[in-house]
Each structure stands twice: as structure tokens, then as C-alpha cells.
């Protein structure tokens, strides 16, 4: 290799460096766009920064820098006469529409999280997560006392939920009949989804009363299919369903209380009964995968980790579990069959 090309890689390298250096500032361009409702004032055509500026009650120069950004990214697209439009990354960012990413990137891009993010070499330092420091309680514990925090929380997972929802409805054998309990299911958004792929089933929603109050269950074409239970899965889950659910779950917790769930769940299940883990699992090699980065988060926020496929099936081993099925998805998520042993 000669003088330039060694130059010429070694300035590529550094910009690779800088870019994720700055990387921060994605996240503050993306909070921007959603704080001020962009995406919904480019639903019926592209705008001119002026007039967006008007509309969202900023400065036309700033919002365009900052527009101009996030379409180097491919959220939105400015045109040549300096217009932007909804590209389909940005349309996700839109309220009240089919898989709106827009509550999870209020939460993701919360003060909160950016906070917790930034103790990340503490946290390595130290082994134990940086929300407890900055906020005087483990996680779940702190959502439990601000009632903004969690009603954020509810409706992020509940939106970062759905894009795999309809997969996992779809690319999994689901039986013809039967019960199927969601443990910890939120509001509901994959149940419903399962319920309505497969009309021979019931389900049983299961969560804190907290959270499944806001379920999305009452439907008229799912009447009579479904109720909701609220509980601890610490303690116990619904017993006597064909088919129980965790999914993104376990990778809020450590082993130990990752064991807990698991032996609730082995407790209430009946012969033939079977358990779907729905997590990222966390492939060999190098190369990027979503599952890494929520990694991290996972690190800073609780003392728990995105696992590979063996420590999930150390997991689910010691629980009295045996893995029967590993079925992959179209999302970042996998679906981990598992039996009694």
C-alpha cells in the first residue's frame, strides 16, 4: 500500500471514529423532529423550512440543518427546490398512525435514558448500572413512583413492540385452538395480534394492573377471546395455558430473577404445554446487529444483558425447560420454543 491509499484509509478509519463520536447528536436531531411533530405536518406533501418553521413555532434555518442532517440518514428528504418530504423511515414518526415509532423515540430519547447512557464507563468500571446512581432506584422500582415515567415507558415498548408483533403472529405454528398466556404483555399488542391471526384462540393478557389497564384488547371482533389478569410473574403466572409468552422479558433481568419468571411459568404449565422466549439474541462474529446495542442499554439501566442461544439454554435448563425450537424472525427478535424437561 502505498503513501496515499495508506492516508486515504487512515483518514476513512478516523471519520468512522468522529461519526460515532457525534452520535449523540443523531439522537438529539431525532428528538427534535419528534418533539416538534414534523413528520405530521409533511402528511399531506413536503414544506418548505419556512413554512415548517412556522407550523412548529422554531426558526426556519436551525429546523433546516437539522432536517438535513436526518435525511443524510434517510429520514426525510429534501428535494432540490429545499423541500423535505416523509420518507417511509420518517412516516414511522408520525402520531396516531399504524406502527408509529413515535412514543418509542420519545422514550428512547429521553433525558432519562441519554442520562443513564452516558455512566456507561462507570458502569463498566464499577459492574453495577448507572440508573440506580442517578436516580436513587433500580429501574422498575423508580417507573413505580413517577407516573409520567411509566405511562412514557408503557407506550415506547409499546410501540417499539409492534413492528414484531405481526411477524411473530405470522411466522410461528400457532395452534388451531387453545389459551394462550402473554406474561408481562404490556398492553397487549402481541396478543391481540396473535388473536387476531388465529381465531380458533383465547389469550390471557398478564401484567401489572398498572400497565394492562390500558390494554388494546376490547376490540368487537375479539369479544369474548381474551381477559386480563394482574399479577406478579415473580410469584406466579396463570396456570393451565397451552401456550405461554415472554416477550422482551427476560432481557430486563439477571439470571437470578430471569430463573424466577422462568419457574413461575414452569409451574403453571400443564403436559403438552409449550413456552415461547421472544428476545434479540445476540449472534457470533462482528457484524452489526441490534441486539448489541440494546446490550448496552440493558448494562446501564438493569443488572441484566441481551444472552446468546447457549445462555438462554443454560437458563431455561436450570428452570426445568428444554429448548424445542429456534425460529428466527424478520425483526432483531427470535422465538425460543421450549418444553418441560
Not at 400443564?270 to 434479540?280: A, E, N, Q
Request: with cysteine; glycine share 10%; aromatic share 6%.
Amino acid at each position: 500500500m502505498n503513501r496515499v491509499d495508506t492516508a486515504t484509509t487512515t483518514a476513512a478509519d478516523a471519520a468512522l471514529l468522529v461519526d460515532m463520536a457525534l452520535g449523540h447528536l443523531a439522537s438529539a436531531a431525532l428528538r427534535t423532529a419528534v418533539e416538534y411533530r414534523v413528520a405530521d405536518h409533511l402528511a399531506d406533501g413536503p414544506l418548505h423550512p419556512e413554512e415548517l418553521a412556522r407550523r412548529t413555532g422554531t426558526r426556519g434555518a436551525h429546523l433546516c440543518r437539522v432536517l438535513r442532517f436526518l435525511a443524510s440518514r434517510g429520514v426525510f428528504r429534501e428535494d432540490d427546490e429545499g423541500a423535505f418530504h416523509l420518507t417511509p423511515a420518517a412516516a414511522l414518526l408520525r402520531t396516531g398512525v399504524p406502527g408509529s415509532q413515535h412514543p418509542g423515540i420519545v422514550m428512547i430519547t429521553d433525558d432519562m435514558y441519554r442520562r443513564t447512557s452516558g455512566g456507561l464507563a462507570e458502569t463498566v468500571r464499577t459492574g453495577e448500572p448507572s440508573f440506580p446512581r442517578f436516580y436513587g432506584a433500580p429501574y422498575f422500582a423508580y417507573l413505580e413512583s413517577d407516573d409520567a415515567a411509566r405511562k412514557v415507558f408503557d407506550a415506547g415498548m409499546a410501540a417499539f413492540s409492534a413492528p414484531a408483533d405481526a411477524l411473530v403472529a405470522e411466522v410461528y405454528d400457532f395452534p388451531a385452538t387453545g389459551t394462550v398466556v402473554d406474561v408481562g404483555g404490556g398492553q397487549g399488542g402481541l396478543l391481540r395480534q396473535i388473536l387476531e391471526h388465529h381465531p380458533g384462540l383465547h389469550g390471557v393478557l398478564f401484567d401489572r394492573e398498572v400497565t394492562a389497564v390500558d390494554h388494546t384488547l376490547d376490540a368487537p371482533h375479539l369479544a369474548g377471546r381474551w381477559s386480563v389478569e394482574a399479577g406478579d410473574f415473580f410469584t406466579s403466572v396463570p396456570a393451565g395455558g397451552d401456550l405461554y409468552v415472554l416477550k422482551q422479558i427476560l432481557h430486563d433481568w439477571d439470571d437470578t430473577d430471569g430463573l424466577r419468571i422462568l419457574r413461575s411459568c414452569r409451574a403453571a404449565m400443564t403436559p403438552g404445554s409449550r413456552l415461547l422466549v421472544i428476545d434479540p439474541l445476540i449472534p457470533p462474529g462482528n457484524d452489526p446487529h441490534p441486539g448489541k446495542a440494546l446490550d448496552l442499554a440493558m448494562m446501564t439501566l438493569f443488572e441484566s444483558a441481551e444472552r446468546n442461544i447457549d445462555e438462554l439454554d443454560a437458563l431455561l435448563s436450570r428452570a426445568g425447560l428444554r429448548r424445542t425450537r429456534l425460529v428466527p424472525t424478520p425483526s432483531p427478535t427470535s422465538i425460543v420454543e421450549a418444553v418441560a424437561a
